[in-house]
């Protein structure tokens, strides 16, 4: 039956796509204030899911969904107009005379596939992309976060048509079912495990994809930093959300005169940010694990690592019965231990001791590219050495996770941490076809090079002088 459901709506976006095509800014910037508005109205509900699906605060929701989506959508209100006007390309000299323009049109139909641990402003982000862009859409909200794909769905149903924007609510089974569909552009925030298949689905129909990934963040800290303030940047960009954020620093290196240091410090933030007294978590700051099967994951990994001969420099109380990770530090970590291996996506945090940084950047690079780098330095020189010497989606200096927070720079992976980008422009672009447009003036050399060729060597020496 749902899949019955499924291609009826994909049927009608299919026809619809060519009336959203034509459709106006004023169109289009009309149904994301219409979307605003739906999302104001059902704020209460939104916290009240996100607690339960996550235990998250409603402060904590306010900063890291609720107004990055509003500010994405004001953004994309108040820039549309000129997204959508026809950017002008140069001329060349071969053909001096015409008009070059590149237009961005719709792709069509396109799905988006939504996660769990920011389960609206990840399915809501590139929603407004794609209808700023003037797409229709399918959207997938994640089963594992059931309470706000809920809310999500009811939001989608108040403001627009199923021929437009259509949301389904299922499983796995549902997706491998979405995926069997001839979309023009595919949107999936998740694992690179999942990545890959999605990749190759959409391959089977040559479909564009956008594939925002995660993989393991590093965070390097110079030896001339001020430590306090970057460790308490540090703790906090790792344990929002409980570290169920894919651009989380997912471990951390640091000067080896300094790691004790560092593990002090750690302790001694993490308790003022997230803890009521010495020993107890404050359950309104620390959001829980998703589910027991990653509350399961997580253990195994430290669980693993300790058996390897790795060392809990502190915490590691792990609550099963309300899915609470209390902050834990590894260190001394063999190379071939899990949590070295796959992204970690939880309160775990390992240190790398080093003393010669070159080494350091050695280390980072042997692993695939990441889809954040951290570095804390006040030493430009350094700075911008490891900037050149390794790839990443992103950069912070000084800081961690900002950099996500603008909407006028890219934000995405590369490689197996991701593809495309998405925010403001970028993501319009993503949902968008940028096609080139000449308008030939009635100056028109081109003739030249029309047949027959006889007498003609003189055109060939002119194009070889001025292409």
Not at 62 to 77: K, M, P, R, S, W
Not at 378 to 405: E, F, M, P, Y
Not at 409 to 429: A, E, K, Q, W
């Amino acid at each position: 039956m749902m899949h019955q459901k499924i291609n009826f709506v994909f049927e009608a976006q299919q026809v619809y796509k060519y009336t959203l095509r034509k459709q106006n800014a004023a169109s289009r910037m009309a149904k994301l204030k219409l979307l605003k508005e739906a999302i104001a109205r059902h704020e209460d509900e939104i916290n009240l899911a996100l607690h339960k699906d996550l235990r998250k605060s409603q402060f904590e929701t306010a900063v890291t969904e609720l107004l990055f989506v509003y500010g994405e959508l004001d953004f994309a209100i108040n820039n549309l107009r000129d997204w959508m006007r026809p950017k002008r390309a140069g001329k060349t000299l071969s053909n001096p005379f015409s008009k070059n323009r590149i237009y961005y049109e719709p792709k069509g139909v396109c799905l988006i596939m939504a996660p769990w641990n920011y389960p609206f402003q990840l399915t809501m982000g590139p929603l407004i992309s794609a209808i700023a862009a003037g797409n229709c859409v399918m959207l997938k909200p994640s089963e594992i976060s059931p309470a706000t794909s809920a809310v999500v769905g009811k939001i989608i149903a108040d403001v627009f048509e199923e021929q437009e924007v259509a949301c389904f609510e299922g499983n796995a089974d549902l997706a491998t079912a979405l995926l069997k569909l001839p979309f023009d552009h595919i949107f999936f925030t998740g694992s690179t495990a999942v990545g890959k298949i999605v990749m190759e689905a959409a391959a089977k129909n040559l479909c564009s994809v956008t594939l925002e990934l995660g993989g393991k963040s590093p965070t390097l800290i110079d030896r001339d930093v001020d430590l306090p303030k970057a460790v308490e940047k540090i703790a906090w960009g790792k344990l929002i959300n409980s570290g169920q954020t894919c651009i989380a620093p997912d471990y951390v290196f640091v000067p080896q005169e300094r790691v004790d240091e560092f593990i002090g410090l750690y302790k001694a933030a993490t308790e003022k940010l997230f803890f009521k007294s010495e020993a107890q978590i404050e359950p309104r700051a620390y959001a829980k694990i998703i589910s027991p099967k990653h509350f399961r994951r997580l253990k195994t990994l430290v669980d693993e690592a300790v058996e390897k001969g790795a060392r809990i420099n502190w915490g590691g109380t792990f609550d099963e019965k309300s899915q609470t990770i209390y902050p834990v530090l590894l260190s001394q970590l063999p190379a071939n231990t899990q949590v070295m291996e796959e992204e970690i996506f939880g309160p775990i945090l390992p240190i790398i001791s080093y003393q010669d940084i070159d080494k350091a950047i050695e280390q980072i690079n042997a692993k695939s590219k990441p889809l954040a780098l951290y570095i804390f330095s006040r030493n430009a020189k350094n700075i911008k050495k490891i900037i050149k010497s390794t790839s990443s989606g992103g950069v912070c200096v000084n800081d961690v996770l900002v950099h996500i927070a603008n909407p006028k720079l890219p934000f995405g992976g590369v490689n197996s941490s991701g593809i495309g980008s998405s925010h403001g422009f970028f993501g319009f672009r993503n949902f968008s076809h940028e096609r080139a447009v000449v308008f030939q003036s009635k100056l028109d050399f081109n003739r030249l090079v029309y047949p027959p060729y006889q007498g003609k060597e003189w055109v060939l020496k002119l194009l070889r002088k001025i292409m």
